[in-house]
């Protein structure tokens, strides 16, 4: 029994970091030219480096056909689009000021970042 | 995986949009251009569309520059019109719903069956080896279901598993994994397995999966019905239009038509886009728009807009606007915009749905080691239970799809009413405006004053006095001003030269005409010039007391005449208001005009508190004066002088704006002039947010007695334990029932005017 018990326990541990302490990598956007694919329930990269006070051009490719996806939020830059299903959809990033940017969609279950600076 | 870049390049093709390109000899620059940019296979320009397709895998960004370095301008185009991509839209969405109806089938032709075994005919426990044969075949056979109708959920749950993040996959493929591999190993190691707890899911997984696919196709259907107002307003986008080039008449699709072409419209059809009426008159159906029932009368000089119905007559126009420059296309983009923006009310359950699958995972995990610390035998089939129940009724979808479906539906039902809401954030602070502040100019009257009386100083004509008074004003834009201008041109007077114009704000204008100085306005601005006033100061309170807007006429400093104009009220005012009133809402009128004007013009509408004599700079002020006495502030104006009050108030309404929809001061744009569009707006806004509290009440409780539930908080109380086939049912509904109630608003109808 005590060692179920600290299965247990170890197994919550495990649910904390792996979804909350842990930093994944990041992607280094390049000249412009990444496609962010949308699929079973992530953004692939989800976490973009963009670069400070220059404007980026992300284009993201859904092929996921669930409705949830469907839809792409940038709350802190007032975007909302809807993204075409196996579609490239060009979104315009403006220049932005260092920090970081969520990106999700309706339901916050796709969830992405843009790292600046 | 996500997509290679290469691949999706591969197959790439750019549309660009080119601007500045106003010769034929352009097409061949601009193509070289395109072509000498690494990876371009091939760049063609259509002329008469000014865009270009450019074949190869060069990244869009680059060809943007080098038609710039050819010296124009261009910017990537969406590859499709919104009709294209709407239809293109539902069929992929009709796949999708025969996709999960298939699936849906297939699982619940397992799990049925099943279902009723357990219920009707016996245990599914595993004790004989008979019993472990037969349970091994149904075993894989579920594993069939699992692969055929939930393998999205699984590569699904998989891929954000990889990706540190956690969704509603997650959850059921955790959910009916367990059940799943429990169950199998109950049916081929039975000795792990405590004699008592040797029981079979197999059922469970097969329902759970079946009913949440059905859940999700009925919640596909749902969501269409969500974006009906969206769908209809790309439904006025006519697909042709009959041009006139070159004295030809020819029908030609919409996307080629071109600014400053002679389209032709006859009665009965759409107006394909926007444009001035060159000849012929007609009336023309606007509603769709407007949401003003009466027809608009139309003839030389007017403006047609796209999507409105011609009625009456046959009318050439010249187009001024195309493409997604019409009122149509900017109005069908803002109501798109402001459907997937979020309220402020709904930020909470974005925070708590961020944090929610790993919370419901912890919560599995707590549950299963309390029913095996303290459960009743056989406590690891209780533990097996209660941790997949618990995953599996859990439903961030019914928190994460609360506000956004109402905000779809109700700023979609606001659309059709003519009112175009920003964002999530005006819609939720319009349904909670205490105090209305109605500018009375073009807000409350219609804007444009007649002239009603002229009294005159005993050694002057009414005719003369009008010359000057006009020739003073011709210069002025003030809607007064127009007023004395037109009441001129009516009588036939002709106006002469004016020299040393000067405007005083809010007071008056003066300047010299055939060297006679003349001032002009209100009673202050004549008194500080020392002008004697006499008895017309009584005349003009008797007229201000007609809620006419009296106004002194001095020539070489002395009094000349008084000038009333009056400014309509328009018809449906009073009744506005009143709507606006009973909604609970203080309304208070602002005004320039003088105390007694003010006072006459509030009583005839129904207003009791109104700001008289403020200068325009001063709107602002009174908005900020009302928001220190702790009101949530609506400012309705025009648009355009009132830009700073829209913008200090809590939310700013722009009215009347016709089909101007790009007023950047405004939160909520009423495309019609009557004040019904404003009370329409408050109540729409009331209604959606009063949805959105249901939905959110509702996913809450859901989510806060549902998952105590089935972790078996009530086991020890009353010894009931929830069957994960139910929470897989519950689950699977509670998002439809938010979809549904979202839908509910779309019988929201405005009171009746």
Request: proline letters at 4%; glycine letters at 8%.
């Amino acid at each position: 029994m005590l060692f179920i018990n600290i299965a247990g326990i170890a197994l919550i541990a495990l649910i904390v970091w792996w979804f909350w302490l842990y930093t994944p990598k990041q992607m280094k956007l390049g000249e412009g030219d990444w496609v962010i694919a949308v699929e079973n329930g992530t953004y692939s990269p989800s976490r973009i480096n963009v670069p400070e006070g220059k404007p980026v051009e992300l284009r993201f490719l859904r092929k996921d056909q669930s409705p949830c996806s469907e839809t792409l939020l940038i709350p802190d830059l007032e975007i909302s689009e809807t993204l075409p299903f196996n579609k490239l959809k060009p979104i315009q990033i403006p220049a932005l000021e260092p920090g970081e940017y969520d990106f999700h969609c309706q339901m916050q279950m796709y969830r992405g970042k843009l790292v600046v600076g | 995986m996500g997509v290679k870049t290469e691949d999706v390049r591969s197959r790439s093709i750019e549309e660009l949009i080119i601007e500045g390109a106003g010769c034929a000899s352009c097409v061949g620059k601009i193509e070289n251009a395109l072509k000498s940019v690494s990876g371009v296979e091939n760049a063609e320009m259509n002329f008469a569309q000014r865009t270009v397709s450019v074949t190869g895998t060069a990244n869009p960004s680059a060809l943007v520059k080098a038609v710039e370095r050819a010296g124009y301008s261009a910017k990537v185009a969406t590859s499709e019109s919104d009709g294209d991509a709407l239809a293109e839209k539902e069929q992929a969405d009709w796949a999708y719903y025969k996709r999960l109806m298939r699936e849906m089938t297939v699982a619940l032709s397992l799990g049925v069956p099943l279902m009723i075994y357990s219920l009707f005919v016996g245990e599914m426990t595993v004790t004989t080896a008979t019993e472990r044969v037969t349970w091994l075949v149904v075993g894989i056979l579920t594993l069939g279901v699992l692969y055929f109708s939930g393998k999205h959920f699984f590569v699904g749950a998989w891929q954000s598993l990889k990706n540190h993040s956690a969704n509603m996959d997650t959850l059921i493929a955790l959910g009916t994994g367990t059940a799943w591999l429990y169950s199998m190993v109950v049916v081929l190691v039975p000795h792990l397995v405590p004699e008592m707890a040797r029981h079979v899911y197999f059922e469970a997984t097969a329902m759970i999966i079946g009913l949440i696919n059905l859940g999700l196709a009925l919640e596909l259907k749902a969501r269409g019905r969500t974006s009906e107002a969206i769908k209809r307003l790309i439904g006025l986008q006519a697909k042709t239009a009959r041009v006139i080039r070159d004295d030809k008449q020819l029908d030609i699709a919409i996307e080629d038509l071109l600014e400053e072409d002679v389209v032709r419209v006859r009665p009965g059809e759409k107006i394909p886009v926007d444009g001035k009426v060159i000849e012929g008159s007609t009336t023309v159906d606007e509603s769709m728009l407007t949401g003003e029932p009466m027809p608009v009368e139309k003839s030389v000089g007017d403006d047609v807009v796209a999507g409105t119905i011609n009625k009456s007559g046959s009318f050439l126009f010249q187009a001024t606007r195309v493409g997604k420059d019409t009122a149509l296309a900017q109005i069908i983009n803002m109501v798109k915009r402001a459907q997937n923006s979020k309220p402020p009310i709904g930020r909470l359950a974005d925070i708590i749905s961020a944090y929610f699958v790993p919370v419901v995972m912890i919560i599995a995990v707590i549950s299963a080691l309390a029913w095996l610390n303290f459960g009743p035998e056989p406590a690891l089939a209780f533990a097996v239970v209660s941790a997949t129940t618990v995953l599996i009724i859990a439903c961030p979808c019914a928190l994460g799809l609360a506000t956004p479906m109402s905000v779809m539906v109700g700023v979609g039902k606001a659309a059709e009413a003519g009112v175009l809401i920003r964002n999530g954030e005006a819609l939720q602070t319009a349904s909670k405006v205490s105090a209305m502040i109605l500018d009375k100019t073009g807000t409350i009257t219609l804007g444009s004053p007649k002239v009603t009386d002229v009294l005159v100083a005993s050694e002057y004509d009414e005719q003369t006095v009008l010359q000057l008074a006009a020739t003073l004003e011709s210069g002025s834009e003030h809607p007064l001003a127009q007023a004395i201008v037109e009441s001129a041109r009516e009588r036939g007077i002709k106006t002469s030269k004016v020299s040393n114009f000067n405007a005083i704000a809010g007071h008056g204008v003066e300047a010299e005409v055939d060297g006679k100085s003349l001032l002009f306005g209100n009673e202050k601005l004549l008194r500080e010039r020392q002008v004697e006033l006499g008895n017309f100061v009584e005349k003009a309170q008797g007229l201000a007391a007609e809620a006419k807007t009296p106004m002194y006429f001095a020539v070489d400093n002395e009094l000349a005449a008084i000038i009333a104009v009056a400014d309509p009220i328009k018809d449906d005012s009073v009744a506005a208001i009143k709507r606006l009133q009973d909604n609970g809402v203080r309304v208070v009128m602002l005004t320039g005009d003088n105390r007694a004007t003010a006072e006459a013009v509030a009583e005839k509408v129904g207003i009791k508190e109104f700001f008289a004599e403020v200068l325009p700079e001063e709107k602002s002020k009174k908005v900020q004066e009302l928001q220190m006495e702790g009101e949530i502030v609506g400012m309705t104006g025009d648009g355009i002088n009132d830009a700073p009050a829209l913008a200090i108030a809590n939310v700013g309404f722009a009215i009347g704006t016709g089909t101007d929809v790009a007023i950047e001061s405004a939160d909520i744009t009423l495309m019609r002039g009557s004040l019904h569009g404003l009370a329409d707006a408050v109540a729409v806004s009331k209604a959606t947010l009063s949805n959105i509290k249901q939905n959110l009440f509702g996913a809450f409780i859901y989510n806060v007695a549902g998952i105590p539930f089935a972790a078996g908080v009530l086991y020890p109380f009353f010894g009931m334990l929830l069957s994960p086939v139910i929470a897989g049912a519950a689950m699977a509904f509670s998002s439809l029932t938010v979809v549904s109630n979202a839908n509910r608003l779309r019988f929201f109808k405005a009171k009746k005017h």
